[in-house]
């Protein structure tokens, strides 16, 4: 997913492979809790609404 603000595009696909490398119940709960940092950061400057969709997506997809 392209972006044109690199910090932006940078913390969406950390919190991505945050999500991805969750092992535990706990470190999802800590990867819930960084998408939801995004959103609040991020809600200030604007951010598509697809990523808060898709990290939430994926939260709820990975599955331990």
Known sequence: MPLTNPQLENSFNKI???IKSCKTI???EGASRMVENFKTLYKEVGYPKVLSYS???AIKRKKL
């Open 55 to 57: 990290l939430n997506r």
């Open 26 to 28: 706990s470190q999802l």
């Open 16 to 18: 991505i492979s945050v």
